[in-house]
C-alpha cells in the first residue's frame, strides 16, 4: 500500500505564487508517473500537470507558462509550483501515482485564488 499526503494549499491572491508538494510512502517499489489534477465545484477532476520517472512532463493547456512539475525521486516526492495563480485555478488539488500498476490518490489540498 502507498500513502500520498499533499500539502502546501491556500488563500491566495490572483497573479501570487503557491506550491504544492506531494510526499508518498509506504510499501513503494517503483513509482511510475506522478501528477496533479484539480477538480473545481461541480466540476470533474482534470489532469493539471504529470511527469514521469524519468522526468517527462505534460501540462494541461490552462496552465502552461505558469506551473511547473518536478520530482524527487529519492524523496518519493512530487512538487506543482503555481504562478501567475488566477481565479480559475481554484480547486481541490489531488495528487496521483501509481506503483506496480495500481493507481493512488491523495486527500487532496484546497487552493483559493481571489480575485
Known amino acids: 500500500q502507498v500513502q500520498l499526503v499533499e500539502s502546501g494549499g491556500g488563500l491566495v491572491q490572483a497573479g501570487r505564487s503557491l506550491r504544492l508538494s506531494c510526499a508518498a510512502s509506504?510499501?513503494?517499489?517503483?513509482?511510475?508517473?506522478m501528477g496533479w489534477y484539480r477538480q473545481a465545484p461541480g466540476k470533474q477532476r482534470d489532469l493539471v500537470a504529470r511527469i514521469t520517472n524519468g522526468g517527462s512532463t505534460n501540462y494541461a493547456d490552462s496552465v502552461k507558462g505558469r506551473f511547473t512539475i518536478s520530482r524527487d525521486n529519492a524523496k518519493n516526492t512530487v512538487y506543482l509550483q503555481m504562478n501567475s495563480l488566477k481565479p480559475e485555478d481554484t480547486g481541490v488539488y489531488y495528487c496521483n501515482s501509481n506503483d506496480r500498476g495500481i493507481n493512488y490518490w491523495g486527500q487532496g489540498t484546497q487552493v483559493t485564488v481571489s480575485s
Open positions: 509506504g510499501s513503494i517499489v517503483s513509482l511510475g508517473f
